[in-house]
């Protein structure tokens, strides 16, 4: 198994063995990883899990897959890829754990809202293909006006997610790049966490 993970036939649903041997294990996706240090940090911290970052960045997308071997994670895979595509069309049904939306670009311009994953409903309609039921979506981001589309389009689909509370320190959550970049200019990050109801 390679740290790049390119999927056998880009047109069709891929099936949880195509990706990780093992189905059973959880899978979690981290959406536009960047240079994978989450990944990286997730994985190493969770042997017991399966990882795969989304990227469409070649040059982010080779780096991560350089440092996986070299620290011979077995459970981080990258896949280069378009997000809302892979959430929309390829990750197989009910297979996914949880997925973390870190940071993703914001596009801050008022005309330039509707390309923002949380805007969009075939992000949306893939997230619930995608996760389990019980799964989960973790935001975060420093961009205000992206947090509070994000909380607006949730709420609009109360009856398939639920809030849940992320206090600070609630579980391992590695500080990403980007995240340690905006904090360091004094940004404040907001987060949020939702449960995919059962059907
Ligand atoms: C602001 S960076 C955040 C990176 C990382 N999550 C972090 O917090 O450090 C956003 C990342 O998402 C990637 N990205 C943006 N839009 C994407 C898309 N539609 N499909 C795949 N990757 C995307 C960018 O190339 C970039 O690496």
Known sequence: MTPLFVPPDHFRELAPADIFPDPARPLEIDLGCGDGTFLLG???????????????????????????????????????????????WLLPRASVSRLHLLCPDPWPKKKHAARRLVNQAEFLD??????????????????????EDALLSLESRAHQFERLDWPEDAFFYPITD???????????IQRARWRLKSA
Request: no cysteine.
């Open 178 to 188: 980007f995240e340690q970049s905006w904090l360091d200019v004094g940004r404040v």
């Open 42 to 88: 997730m994985a190493a911290h969770h042997p017991e899990r399966d990882f795969l970052g989304v990227e469409r960045m070649l040059g982010r997308v080779s780096k991560t897959a350089r440092k996986i071997g070299v620290r011979q994670l077995t459970n981080a895979r990258i896949m280069r890829l378009e997000s809302a595509y892979t959430v929309a």
């Open 126 to 147: 893939g997230l619930v293909r995608i996760l389990k039921p019980g799964g989960e979506f973790l935001l975060k981001t420093d961009d205000q006006p992206y947090f």
